[in-house]
Structures are given as C-alpha cells and as structure tokens.
C-alpha cells in the first residue's frame, strides 16, 4: 500500500482521484501537482453580477448509465444531501424527444429536408428503421445501410455524433474507442438500437443514492449546478481541505525519475517531491513530456494521442425568443465544417439565465477537427472574426438578428482528446508496459477511455480502487 501519492493535474480527473484516495479508510497522504493557478481544467465557469452563468467547458451531466450514478454518489457524498438539493439543477426531457439521439435524429432530418434532392422518409418507424441498420465495423467503417436514404441519415447521424461529442470527424475516429457501449451492443446483437435495449445495465451492481432516485423519478436528462459546473471543483476542494490533502497550484510537474528505493522524484519549478506511487490526470502529451528518457516505449504510445482546439463563444440576448425547443442542434460537416453547432443554454438550466430581465443564453462550438481549415491557427486566431462567425451561425440558424447583449469568447486549445484508428492498441501497449516495467504509474484522464466529465470519474474512482481496494 502506498504512503504517499502524487496526482498529477487538477481537472476534474486528478481531483475525483484525490477525492476517491482521501476517503479510503486506507488512505495515504495526497499530494495534487496543478500547473494553472486555477482548480477544475476544462470546467469552467464565467458567473456575472446578476446571477447569469456561462459555461465554457462542459455544461451537463448526464445521470444515466453507471456511471452518471457513480458522479451522482460522488456528488452527494461531497455537498452532503442538503447542499445537494440546494445546489442541483437539472433538466427533465423534453416533450417531443425522449433521448438527445433522437433529438440529433429530428434536426438532422431537418437537415436534409432543407438540401430537397434527398427523398426523406417521414414517418418515425421509417426514421428508426434507418438508425438501426446501423452497423459497424471491427474498428471504423460506419455502417452498412440497407437503402440509400438510411445510408445518407446514418451517415449524418454519426457525423454529428463525433462533432457533437469529440468535436472530430468521423473518418479519422474509431467507434471502439469513442463509443464502446455501441460497439459492444452491436458486436453482441448486430444493431445498435437493439443491442442497446438488450444490453441496458445488465448484471451491473445497482448503486443507489437519495440523489439517484431523484434522477429517476423525475426524469432528468442532465444536471448541473447553481453557480456553473465549476461549483463542482470548488466542492470537491473544500472536501480535500478537510481530508488533509495537499493542494498545490502553479505547480508544473516538469520531470519524473525513479528514485534507487523504486519510488518517483517528481521534478518541479522549485524543488522536487518524492511520492510512492503517482496518479497521472494530465493530457497524454503532457505526461510524455514528463517522463524520463528510458520510458520512450511509453512516451510515443501517449504522443500518439492528440487533441483538437474548440472555439466557445457564449452569447446572452435580451428580449428574443428561441425559434425552437431544445438543448441545441448539431451541424453535420458537410453543411459547415467549422460549426460544431450551438447549445440552447436557457432552455436546459433556465436557473442559470440571472436576474437581469429575459435573456436567452446560448453557445456556439467552433473548429474541433476542422479548426485550421476553417479558421485558423488556433493560437493566433482573431476572437473578433469568432465572434461574427457565431453570431452568423445565430442568425442563420435560429433567426436571432439583434446584437447579443454580452459575448464571451474563449479559444480552448487542445481541449478534446482524439480517440482515433487504432487507439485502443496504443491503450493497450501503454498499459502492458506499466505491468512489464512494474512501475508505480496510473493513467487516468480523458486522453484514455472517455472524454465525459462522468468517464473521468469513474477512471479516477477504477485507479484508486485498484491502488487502495475499495474506497
Ligand atoms: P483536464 O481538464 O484537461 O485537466 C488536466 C489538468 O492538468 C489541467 O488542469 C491542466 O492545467 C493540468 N496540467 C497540464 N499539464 C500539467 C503539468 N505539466 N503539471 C501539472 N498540471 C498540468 N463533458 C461532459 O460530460 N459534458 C459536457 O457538456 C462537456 N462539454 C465540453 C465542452 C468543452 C468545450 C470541452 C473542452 C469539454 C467538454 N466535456 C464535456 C468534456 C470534459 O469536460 C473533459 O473531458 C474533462 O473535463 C477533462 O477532465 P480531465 O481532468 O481529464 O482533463
């Protein structure tokens, strides 16, 4: 059992990972390494003075499936019940789409119907039967549809879905690594629809929480919280406080070497820390660029894990309605390949819309795969021409032509992870290695297994049962 452990990086996965080590009754002494002066990553959230939040991370959890139950017990085990209630805020399903996918389904058929040269079919069983001859390949080619119209919905369905998730194009992602719940169910039933009802939480052990048959009776697709996603790692801070883990902030991890006792010299601006075993929550590339010279074979399997840069640009407008009901709308790449789409922000957490009078809040994603192409280099580009390219999106899109009433944009830059061809080998090759080399390593984070802030969780939640047994 390990005295001292180092988590490295201060995002949601590094601080679920300190959260998981300090409530073991084994735990040891936690020490997180972050490099920003600032706790969470990419959650992050702009609060106004009336009361109006802005997201330009993610701004949803979803409850369903194991692990949205696991953030839901994480969640009520940091706030406690009361500070739960008072702080959750979550959106029930809208009355005319029962899952996002087939809300994705109804704009995207909005989407052709606006092209007229595809003959679309109409009817709803006509619309499912096109998404589940859905079939996939051992680790890419989409589907094979039986007819021509499914073929071009399927196809643009699953475009979406990468924009929509991954911000990446579907030709260079795998469906393995990026969506391993279809994968499986098609691998066990030959359709995804199917094998995903089939496949639904069976033989799962059952968790259960106030919290998590709130979620259920009441229906919540998604929940956040009162002030902004962020209110999560500012808990969850407050929590390590108490625990007596060690928070350093502006803390760059800059090299790691093994120390004659076996254990890991983690190098930093000033100093050095010594820790027994170390929790890595950083981005892959940053990780390679810490380890020593020995442990190339590791360093090139995470090189090969890159990410794309997204443009957030939230927008707030007084006095205007939304055109149509929704949390938002995908744009397939062959529409506009640099709009992702635009989140419909009031509709999911109206609570979050302030006090100054009615608003609409709204976010329009840029670039992801398509970045460069279409806008630039990330590093340089001009928040001005951002800022007009999504108010033409607005404009466009939902008919909004007043002058949004506040505009922030942010350049997030290498933000999500790219799970593409082949990146469940450099997974695996990663992980053999750590066991060969019996090193005192564990890689968790979105780089690997899961980009949501619920995947992230329940990484970090797998890394500390493994190190300590259960937490
Ligand atoms: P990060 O947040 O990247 O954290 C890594 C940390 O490591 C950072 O704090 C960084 O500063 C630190 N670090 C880097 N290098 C060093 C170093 N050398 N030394 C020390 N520290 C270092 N998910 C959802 O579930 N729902 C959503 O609605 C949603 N929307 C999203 C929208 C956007 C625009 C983005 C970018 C992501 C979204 N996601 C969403 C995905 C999810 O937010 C992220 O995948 C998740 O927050 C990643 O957390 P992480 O801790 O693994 O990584």
């Not at 009361?51 to 194991?66: M, S, T, W």
Request: with cysteine; aromatic share 6%.
């Amino acid at each position: 059992m390990p005295r001292t452990v180092a988590v490295l990086g201060g995002g949601v996965s590094g601080l679920s990972a300190c959260f998981y080590l300090s409530r073991s009754p084994q735990a040891p002494k936690v020490i997180l390494l972050e490099s920003s002066s600032r706790l969470g990553g990419w959650i992050s959230s702009t609060r106004t003075e009336d009361g109006a939040v802005f997201e330009h991370g993610p701004r949803g959890v979803r409850p369903a499936g194991n692990v949205g139950k696991n953030t839901l017990l994480m969640v009520f085990a940091t706030f406690g019940l009361l500070l739960a209630e008072v702080f959750l805020i979550q959106s029930i399903p809208l009355p005319q789409s029962k899952t996002s996918q087939q809300m994705a389904i109804q704009s995207l058929h909005k989407n052709l119907q606006g092209r007229r040269s595809i003959p679309l079919p109409q009817s709803n069983p006509t619309r499912q039967m096109a998404i589940q001859s859905l079939i996939m390949n051992d680790d890419n080619s989409w589907f094979v549809p039986h007819w021509r119209e499914s073929e071009e919905l399927a196809d643009i369905v699953i475009d979406s879905l990468c924009r929509g998730v991954f911000a990446g194009d579907c030709r260079a992602l795998s469906v393995r690594s990026c969506f391993p719940a279809l994968f499986q169910a098609e691998r066990a039933h030959r359709s995804v629809i199917l094998g995903m009802t089939l496949a639904g939480g069976k033989g799962a052990p059952a968790l259960d929480s106030p919290l998590i048959r709130r979620a259920k009776e009441e229906r919540w697709s998604q929940w956040s919280l009162r002030g902004g996603m962020q209110t999560l790692p500012e808990a969850l801070e407050a929590f390590l406080k108490q625990r007596g883990a060690e928070i350093h902030r502006d803390t760059p991890v800059k090299r790691m070497e093994r120390t004659a006792s076996g254990s890991w010299r983690i190098m930093l601006d000033d100093g050095s820390i010594e820790a027994d075993h170390v929790i890595s929550a950083l981005p892959a590339k940053a990780l390679a660029a810490s380890l020593p010279a020995w442990a190339e074979p590791l360093s090139r399997e995470l090189l090969n894990i890159r990410a794309v840069s997204v443009a957030v640009v939230n927008l707030a407008y007084g006095n205007v309605g939304l055109p149509v009901m929704g949390f938002g709308h995908l744009v397939p790449s062959f529409e506009d390949n640099a709009l992702l789409g635009i989140v419909y922000d009031s509709v999911a957490f109206p609570e979050q819309d302030g006090s100054g009078g009615p608003a609409i809040r709204l976010t329009v994603m840029l670039g992801g795969a398509w970045f460069k192409l279409g806008l630039g280099d990330p590093d340089t580009v001009s928040h001005a021409m951002l800022l007009s390219c999504a108010k033409a999106a607005v404009k466009k899109h939902l008919g909004i032509h007043a002058e949004p009433s506040r505009a922030i944009v942010k350049v997030q830059k290498a933000c999500i992870p790219q799970y593409e061809i082949g990146h469940w080998k450099h997974i695996e090759n990663a992980a053999t290695y750590l066991v060969q080399q019996k090193l005192p390593l564990s890689l968790i984070g979105a780089s690997y297994e899961g980009v949501s802030v619920n995947d992230c969780i329940s990484g970090a939640r797998a890394a500390a049962v493994k190190l300590l047994g259960q937490t």
